[in-house]
């Protein structure tokens, strides 16, 4: 794998193999841009356009993929803090008076267990963002479509034999 991500690295350009490593760092598409050398005026369309390139998508998976290795992050132990998280929030607290005395009411932190359970469920794809559609549609199929199959069928006839 070393082998394999040094000939990718040899690929890209520098500014690149730089963007793809600061924004590993940063989590910030235009600060990394910035950061590898590219000017504040045009940092976010550059960024834009080298997130789209394969290759700089496969290095910055690489290294994110690399550091979580070496902090022993997994998604199982992701999920477990935050699921600990969501059920810490969820704990009824009582609350204190200025002495430190219970008054008889309750909180938890309803917004904290809310973000925990909404993470645990995006990742277990239970809420779709988008959906994608794949399909693969021809002219003809969408012109029959659109013109009513016969007629459509007769259009296309005549067009091939123009």
Same mark, same amino acid.
């Given at each position: 794998?070393?082998?394999?991500?040094?000939?990718?690295?040899?690929?890209?350009?520098?500014?690149?193999?730089?963007?793809?490593?600061?924004?590993?760092?940063?989590?910030?598409?235009?600060?990394?841009?910035?950061?590898?050398?590219?000017?504040?005026?045009?940092?976010?369309?550059?960024?834009?356009?080298?997130?789209?390139?394969?290759?700089?998508?496969?290095?910055?998976?690489?290294?994110?993929?690399?550091?979580?290795?070496?902090?022993?992050?997994?998604?199982?132990?992701?999920? #477990? @803090? $935050?699921?600990?998280?969501?059920?810490?929030?969820?704990?009824? /607290?009582?609350?204190? %008076?200025? !002495?430190?005395?219970?008054?008889?009411?309750?909180?938890?932190?309803?917004?904290?267990?809310?973000?925990?359970?909404?993470?645990?469920?995006?990742?277990?794809?239970?809420?779709?963002?988008?959906?994608?559609?794949?399909?693969?549609?021809?002219?003809? #199929? @969408? $012109?029959?479509?659109?013109?009513?199959?016969?007629?459509?069928? /007769?259009?296309?006839? %005549?067009? !091939?034999?123009?």
């Amino acid at each position: 794998m070393e082998d394999q991500r040094k000939a990718s690295k040899k690929e890209l350009p520098v500014k690149r193999r730089f963007f793809a490593a600061y924004y590993c760092i940063t989590l910030n598409k235009k600060r990394a841009a910035i950061l590898a050398g590219y000017s504040e005026k045009t940092a976010a369309e550059a960024a834009s356009r080298m997130l789209k390139d394969e290759r700089v998508k496969k290095l910055i998976e690489e290294y994110m993929s690399e550091a979580a290795e070496k902090l022993g992050i997994t998604q199982e132990k992701v999920l #477990d @803090a $935050l699921w600990s998280n969501a059920q810490r929030c969820r704990q009824e /607290e009582p609350v204190l %008076d200025r !002495e430190g005395n219970p008054i008889g009411q309750y909180k938890f932190d309803s917004s904290g267990a809310n973000k925990a359970l909404e993470l645990v469920g995006r990742h277990l794809q239970m809420f779709v963002d988008k959906k994608e559609i794949a399909a693969t549609v021809t002219h003809e #199929d @969408a $012109l029959k479509k659109l013109m009513g199959g016969e007629i459509a069928g /007769e259009v296309l006839m %005549d067009d !091939e034999e123009e």
